[in-house]
């Protein structure tokens, strides 16, 4: 996002008329708050479940968007660590891979980025005290991670030496094998093995060093995946010497990928195979993801053996040896939708005789357990991307899907329950939420429709039923008739009863957003992708194209008070743009800095009081319905504002922002109309910043409480 100078000059000469804000705004002290998320159980893509080998209880977790987490036992809920990532860091969110120190499992280390975030910023992170802080070490100059990238679920690409805990592996997308030799602090490629990047650009996919094969203090054997066909070029490879040179391994299947790999301490490596890097298939079709094998590999004589289910033709990815037994093998299908109890997904199998024979322990007989979440009775478990034993109980496996973490307790039991493990994981992307005042807190989400939260801290808050099986993009309540709601995503639905009860209706393109007019007599739908608004007047029933406005992917909000009135903010050309019947028509009405946010907000029970965040140009407001603005002094960075219950004795609504004041970027409280802000947050606390739903609101009900979105943690709720 091109981010505009503070001290860019609007066009309109009549912009710059102050409208009663105070000349200099003041920084308070920071105000006490607790942080958490709104409870969700959010699940979405875990992908990987990595547990320590030496302590019981301590595990991990790295998900694709939405950061780590650590398992906490004793409360049945898991940790988030990277909840102290910057808005500039936001990339962190995606963990390529995860690594526990063989000898220590306090040692945890973290490769992290994602593409598409802060020019593809990445790091490794080290920490010795379980996750609980972190030093980094920006690796972006030597390589680059893509935690939400194809083959996520591949690995794991970082591995601490079993005879060295100072010495660690990392096998990268693009620029091949790197070592550290001083916990991380440091790295150097590798240049024994003659491996770059992959016609599909995931690279190194698995890195192992066998335990087995220690000398000097360093394991001498290593074996490194490479995501590629076989017969598009080696994707196996070896050293018998600590990496000094390389020797590519023949024998591997041809057509196929490697995904995950294991050792089973008898002197083999049990591998998965797919065609593709996954977890799904790739755009261009020619990694369609359903098909594959599972092959053991004797080290002391290269042979190979094919291990796969009998009778099974699907992608594998999960692998894991019962630390007790070499003999006992879990292992999971990756992308399939097979038979699984009431729904589809993937599948589990288990081998007692080192893969010769398999069970499938979903035909076997299967039982979910929502784990006290609601929506988690419905959850399948698909893209498995990880199986794992409990290293400290052979019968408990871990198991990591597309709708989050699943565990049983018992592998032999008959059915196997599988409990939806995700209480305190929260990895979804939300993209709007509206506090009802007198009524519950209604979200939408990315990959799922939404809720409707009655109590934000219990997991027992519906989702929206008929659901869209898919994301939800817009929502909007009529201000001074909060019964009415609209949801839209690939489909749209209207609800008279606050989101309790829905009904489908028509609609001109898909997804985008919409705004109701505060009597709900008008309603608009920008598709997504479209430069063509579209109105209604009887709740969908009906469309008509709006005249006077061509702004793609245009976020429309209704006036609160003034049914005639909607506004539009283009971020491409900074128009102001109103609407004064109904939503028929919009004209241009004044021009301000471009390139903010189109998250524009009207003061609640205010006619015309619209503040537009504009990144890098500050804060800007209007009590005029556009006619005039000026720009709240001293912010000099905004990325979204928002509006809760006043504080007792305030006469306007309790004004937040995510923003910079003083050169300091966090969460920011005014209780005097922007003349004064406190920080609310801490540099523990900052989510990577409001992402992509690009909101902070304020809840209708209790003064100071405050939700965020995020690029991935779900909906931050501050607390005072």
């Given at each position: 996002m091109k981010l505009i100078d503070s001290m860019f000059q609007r066009a309109a000469p009549w912009a710059a008329a102050a409208v009663g804000v105070a000349a200099m705004a003041t920084l308070q002290p920071a105000a006490a708050y607790t942080w958490g998320n709104v409870a969700m159980g959010g699940g979405g893509f875990v992908s990987a479940i990595i547990p320590s080998k030496t302590e019981a209880g301590v595990v991990y977790a790295r998900t694709d968007v939405g950061g780590a987490y650590r398992w906490d036992n004793a409360n049945g809920r898991w940790v988030p660590l990277l909840d102290w990532v910057a808005e500039d860091q936001v990339g962190y969110l995606g963990v390529e891979s995860l690594a526990v120190d063989p000898k220590n499992a306090a040692n945890v280390y973290m490769y992290v980025g994602i593409s598409y975030f802060n020019g593809g910023k990445s790091a490794i992170l080290r920490s010795s005290d379980y996750g609980r802080t972190f030093a980094t070490t920006d690796v972006s100059s030597q390589?680059?991670?893509?935690?939400?990238?194809?083959?996520?679920?591949?690995?794991e690409r970082l591995v601490v030496d079993p005879g060295s805990s100072n010495v660690l592996y990392v096998g990268t997308r693009a620029n091949g094998l790197f070592k550290s030799t001083n916990y991380g602090a440091s790295w150097a490629k590798m240049t024994a093995l003659n491996v770059t990047t992959t016609a599909n650009s995931n690279?190194?996919?698995?890195?192992?060093?066998?335990?087995?094969?220690?000398?000097?203090?360093?394991?001498?054997?290593?074996?490194?995946?490479?995501?590629?066909?076989?017969?598009?070029?080696?994707?196996?490879?070896?050293?018998?010497?600590?990496?000094?040179?390389?020797?590519?391994?023949?024998?591997?299947?041809?057509?196929?990928?490697?995904?995950?790999?294991?050792?089973?301490?008898?002197?083999?490596?049990?591998?998965?195979?797919?065609?593709?890097a996954g977890p799904h298939p790739d755009s261009s079709g020619s990694e369609p993801m359903n098909n594959g094998q599972i092959w053991k590999y004797t080290i002391s004589n290269g042979a190979w053996t094919n291990v796969t289910p009998s009778g099974i033709t699907a992608s594998f990815s999960g692998i894991s040896v019962d630390p007790a037994n070499p003999q006992r093998l879990v292992a999971s299908t990756i992308?399939?939708?097979?038979?699984?109890?009431?729904?589809?997904?993937?599948?589990?199998?288990?081998?007692?005789?080192?893969?010769?024979?398999?069970?499938?322990?979903?035909?076997?007989?299967?039982?979910?357990?929502?784990g006290g979440i609601t929506w988690g009775s419905t959850a399948t478990i698909h893209w498995a991307g990880t199986a794992v034993f409990d290293p400290f109980n052979n019968k408990a496996v871990w198991l990591t899907s597309g709708n989050g973490v699943f565990r049983t307790t018992n592998i032999d039991a008959v059915p196997t329950t599988w409990t939806f493990t995700t209480k305190g994981l929260e990895e979804t992307v939300p993209l709007n939420v509206y506090s009802i005042p007198g009524g519950p807190l209604l979200s939408v989400i990315g990959d799922y429709d939404g809720f409707q939260h009655?109590?934000?801290d219990t997991y027992t808050n519906p989702l929206y039923s008929p659901a869209m099986g898919g994301t939800t993009t817009g929502l909007t309540v009529a201000d001074s008739n909060t019964s009415q709601v609209v949801r839209v995503g690939s489909k749209m639905y209207t609800s008279p009863n606050g989101g309790?009860?829905?009904?489908?209706?028509?609609?001109?393109?898909?997804?985008?957003?919409?705004?109701?007019?505060?009597s709900a007599t008008a309603l608009l739908h920008a598709p997504a992708n479209s430069t063509t608004m579209y109105r209604s007047t009887n709740m969908g029933g009906s469309w008509s194209a709006v005249g006077g406005i061509s702004v793609n992917n245009a976020r429309p909000i209704a006036d609160p008070v003034n049914a005639n009135k909607f506004y539009v903010y283009d971020p491409s050309t900074g128009s102001f743009m109103i609407s004064t019947d109904a939503g028929a028509s919009f004209w241009k009405f004044n021009t301000i800095a471009a390139w903010g946010s189109d998250g524009i907000r009207a003061a609640p029970g205010r006619e015309g009081d619209i503040w537009v965040p504009l990144y890098g140009g500050g804060l800007t407001r209007t009590t005029s319905s556009g006619w005039q603005f000026s720009n709240l002094p001293n912010i000099t960075y905004c990325g979204a504002v928002g509006f809760g219950k006043a504080a007792a004795g305030?006469?306007?609504?309790?004004?937040?922002?995510?923003?910079?004041?003083?050169?300091?970027?966090?969460?920011y409280r005014s209780t005097d109309t922007g003349q004064t802000w406190t920080r609310i947050n801490d540099n523990a606390h900052q989510y990577g910043g409001p992402g992509n739903g690009r909101f902070v609101v304020g809840d209708m009900n209790t003064f100071g409480v405050v939700y965020m979105s995020t690029a991935g943690r779900g909906i931050v709720v501050g607390k005072p």
């Open positions: 390589f680059k991670a893509n935690g939400n990238g194809m083959g996520r679920q591949n690995g690279g190194i996919s698995l890195v192992l060093a066998d335990p087995s094969s220690v000398s000097g203090g360093v394991a001498q054997r290593l074996f490194v995946g490479v995501s590629r066909y076989g017969w598009a070029g080696a994707n196996f490879y070896r050293s018998d010497n600590a990496g000094a040179s390389f020797t590519a391994v023949s024998g591997s299947p041809s057509g196929l990928m490697p995904q995950r790999a294991a050792f089973d301490g008898a002197g083999n490596v049990y591998i998965t195979y797919a065609n593709g992308n399939q939708y097979m038979a699984q109890g009431n729904g589809w997904g993937d599948h589990v199998f288990i081998s007692t005789n080192g893969g010769a024979s398999w069970t499938d322990i979903m035909n076997r007989g299967f039982a979910k357990d929502n009655y109590n934000i309790v009860n829905w009904n489908q209706v028509g609609m001109n393109g898909s997804f985008g957003q919409v705004a109701l007019s505060t305030a006469s306007y609504p309790t004004v937040f922002i995510w923003g910079t004041i003083g050169g300091v970027t966090g969460l």
